[in-house]
């Protein structure tokens, strides 16, 4: 198929188009570059040997995307495209309703314009409900949308509302809702990665840019959890095994709307991440424990056996192997991406 990859050029985007190029499909990428660079996708070209479609538009702007993209054709979305720093969600939400909410408006209008029905897309753990906080692992029952304590989750739990209310709409409408946990990791190549602007949102990059020196140390928000050592535990998901979950929801899509977890079902302490990237790197990682942030759960695990019976996906990458590949990226990219 040839799919439109809202998105493509950003860390999870790079990956998934990857994916999808090394079994065979065609990838045509929209992006405004606001938090990404097309040096990634000339890296992806790099890693696959193929050639991929840019478009530039911001989805936000439904003329523009839709002068953009008349004369395209694809078979299926991918939609990635949208802000995702819950921290900046909080200082600057209507930013973060208007663009996240208005792209996925006007994906599903380009959509329906060019008869496609075909969509994945990239949700969040983030809807699930502070309530369900001391679940063991967080299954797709629990409740969603309830609750939630930042605009970036509100704005990932109203998207996927707007989806199944279109997808009543327009009965042929075949959407997969990808709820992810804690990407991590590279490509193994070492060719792209997580490349943030500005001070990292995420642990994983912001440990690594301690251990490349370009951050003094790492604050560590509360030790006083109801975890095993006191700091906020995670699912930690290895980046290609994210991206491979895509292709497995794309085979698996049918009429109507359906959820799935993407993790791991096995959770990580803030103080595992520091020891085993220390391992991964052979640095040491300053950190220092500061007060806990308002609204963090003490433990967000995923059940991803719904995926698994469903998709016939699972993660096979293991949580030292993401590390180590974080590394390689970082390693080699201290910068990241060329400017």
């Not at 696959?48 to 530039?56: A, K, N, P």
């Not at 791991?264 to 950190?287: C, N, Q, W």
């Not at 500061?290 to 949580?319: E, I, M, N, Y």
Request: net charge negative; aromatic share 6%; with cysteine.
């Amino acid at each position: 198929m040839r799919i439109l990859l809202a998105g493509g050029a950003g860390y999870i985007g790079s990956h998934v188009a990857v994916a999808l190029l090394d079994v065979g499909h065609d990838v045509l990428v929209v992006d405004d570059y606001s938090n990404s660079t097309p040096a990634s996708l000339d890296r992806v070209e790099r890693i696959t040997g193929r050639s991929i479609d840019v478009v530039e538009a911001d989805l936000a702007d439904l003329p523009a995307s839709r002068a953009e993209l008349s004369g395209e054709r694809f078979d299926a979305v991918i939609h990635l495209a949208g802000l995702k720093a819950v921290g900046e969600s909080v200082t600057e939400p209507s930013r973060y309703y208007r663009t996240n909410l208005s792209s996925t408006l006007n994906l599903l209008d380009i959509m329906r314009e060019h008869a496609v029905s075909k969509l994945v897309f990239s949700s969040s753990a983030t809807v699930y409900s502070p309530a369900a906080e001391g679940v063991e692992n967080l299954d797709e029952s629990q409740p969603s949308g309830l609750g939630i304590t930042n605009p970036y989750g509100w704005t990932k739990a109203m998207n996927e509302q707007i989806i199944r209310d279109v997808q009543r709409s327009r009965p042929g409408l075949q959407a997969a809702l990808l709820r992810y946990f804690n990407p991590i990791g590279a490509h193994p190549s070492g060719l792209i990665g997580e490349d943030p602007a500005g001070i990292p949102n995420n642990l994983l990059p912001y440990v690594a840019q301690v251990a490349i020196g370009r951050r003094d140390r790492l604050a560590v928000f509360g030790d006083q959890y109801p975890t095993p050592d006191g700091t906020g535990v995670r699912d930690y998901i290895h980046v290609m095994d994210l991206a491979e979950g895509h292709l497995a929801a794309l085979q698996h899509l049918e009429p109507g709307v359906d959820t799935f977890n993407l993790g791991t079902g096995e959770g990580h302490s803030v103080l595992d991440v520091v020891r085993m990237f220390s391992d991964a790197s052979g640095k040491d990682i300053p950190y220092e424990i500061v007060a806990p942030r308002p609204g963090d759960v003490a433990r967000a695990v995923a059940d991803p056996s719904k995926a698994r019976k469903r998709l016939g996906w699972q993660a096979t990458r293991s949580f030292a192997e993401a590390c180590q590949d974080a590394w390689r990226w970082q390693s080699q990219n201290p910068g990241g991406y060329p400017i």
